[in-house]
């Protein structure tokens, strides 16, 4: 059975929710979803369909095929909280936008696209608990994909951060590669793009955003990752690292270009100043933790961009969480290093490059192409032809991100 026969089953099953392929990927931290809701099927007049399919460098052989218009949307979950993800896809029915094994028509085995480390760890629970198989796809292959259709397609989708301003950047489609791609999920990656599935994985860190809310909830006895993140904003990190100027009599090291204000030390106070962990605030140890972290990854990310003569940095994965002073440490550190020479630009879907790709990769099978309408205004992420509001009742931010709205070109 084609995805197309599978959606068009699916909706004379489930009228209400017309909700189909569902890709997934499961990180260390998060698990996120993307999916595909289709408010309508039509089959356009041929000129108009022509004009689309040049433009996705679709054959026009193919325009009498009928045009699923929807939304693209996004969730996620933490994966210690799988289960909850399980119950997710159960309840919204998700599990029937997969597709058949197209190698043996007599199976019913549904397969899902799925991607990231868990795809492989999870594997037999989502079969014994949903009965889906997992069909996994390469992680940076994903994150690339990802990428690349988020910058070619979404309109103000790059932005840059410099003195608390974004400002959205225009991306020149024959003047994108090479960049870097620094992914900042627990682990970081940090791949070399050259093209559409062209790129090398060149350096990473295990000091990424698994390491800033580990050490952090042990540290401040936070609960969850944004209120951590809350605390920050509200902490002074100069209470805790020590500045260029302590230890140099309150001046600058201006021979080596260091001013006073800068950070010697991440956490170097601590070491003199005879206090323990009870004595510092929660929200000064947050804004340090984060500073040392988004400072280390925008540093090494510029090392590697320097290593590769690339200008471009675009920067990735949920530990950015839109943060102003995440998004404003890393543009500093890649400013400072690079002499204003390389440029950290952010991706509004920062989390769900890997998830997007593996939704991408259903065009192998079946999809000749995604075009992209418009992002819809931010959560509530969408609503479905039945009128509920998308929404996890699970876990109250978990699902809170722009949705797409895009046409999809089935067989
Ligand atoms: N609600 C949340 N719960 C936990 N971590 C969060 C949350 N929101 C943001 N984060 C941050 O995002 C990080 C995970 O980011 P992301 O989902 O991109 O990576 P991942 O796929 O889980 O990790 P990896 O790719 O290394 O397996 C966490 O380590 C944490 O720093
Ligand atoms: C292991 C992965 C790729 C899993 O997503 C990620 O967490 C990562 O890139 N960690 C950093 C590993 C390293 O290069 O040191």
Redesign the pocket.
């Known amino acids: 059975m084609d995805l197309l026969a599978a959606v068009s089953n699916q909706q004379n099953s489930q009228p209400q929710s017309q909700i189909s392929h569902l890709a997934l990927d499961i990180?260390?931290s998060l698990i996120k979803l993307v999916y595909f809701s289709r408010i309508n099927d039509s089959c356009r007049d041929n000129d108009e369909l022509r004009s689309h399919n040049e433009s996705l460098g679709v054959s026009n052989s193919d325009t009498s095929q009928p045009i699923l218009e929807g939304r693209l949307h996004f969730a996620k979950f933490e994966t210690s909280k799988i289960n909850d993800c399980l119950e997710f896809i159960r309840s919204k029915k998700l599990r029937l936008g997969g597709f058949h094994d197209c190698t043996s028509p007599s199976s019913d085995k549904i397969f899902i696209k799925a991607t990231?480390?868990g795809a492989y760890k999870f594997a037999d629970l989502f079969k014994e608990k949903l009965g889906i198989s997992l069909d996994k796809e390469d992680?940076?292959d994903c994150l690339v994909t990802g990428a690349n259709f988020l910058l070619k397609a979404v309109p103000q989708e790059a932005f840059t951060y410099l003195d608390g301003q974004k400002e959205f950047v225009q991306i020149d489609h024959n003047d994108l590669y090479p960049y870097l791609l620094v992914?900042i999920?627990?682990?970081?990656?940090?791949i070399k793009v050259d093209g559409d599935g062209k790129f090398e994985?060149v350096?990473?860190?295990?000091v990424?955003g698994?390491t800033f809310w580990g050490l952090g909830r042990l540290l401040t006895k936070c609960k969850n990752f944004d209120e951590l993140l809350e605390l920050s904003q509200l902490g002074n990190n100069r209470v805790v690292d020590m500045l260029v100027g302590d230890i140099y009599g309150g001046t600058d090291y201006a021979k080596i270009g260091l001013s006073a204000t800068t950070i010697a030390s991440s956490f170097g106070k601590a070491i003199s100043d005879n206090k323990e962990l009870e004595d510092y605030k929660p929200e000064d140890i947050s804004r340090s933790l984060l500073r040392m972290i988004s400072n280390n990854i925008g540093q090494i990310s510029y090392l590697n961009a320097l290593r590769f003569g690339l200008k471009r940095i675009f920067f990735a994965g949920f530990f950015i969480r839109g943060h102003a002073y995440t998004l404003d440490t890393i543009s500093v550190a890649v400013h400072f290093w690079s002499k204003g020479e390389a440029k950290a630009m952010f991706l509004r879907h920062e989390g769900f490059l890997?998830a997007l790709g593996a939704f991408m990769s259903y065009e192998k099978q079946s999809l000749h192409g995604l075009m992209v309408h418009k992002i819809l205004p931010r959560f509530p992420i969408s609503v479905s032809s039945a009128g509920d509001k998308i929404y996890c009742s699970l876990n109250s931010d978990s699902n809170e991100n722009e949705g797409i709205e895009c046409t999809v070109y089935g067989m």
């Open positions: 990180g260390g990231g480390g992680e940076m992914n999920g627990s682990g970081v990656s940090m994985r350096s990473g860190t295990n990424g698994g890997g």
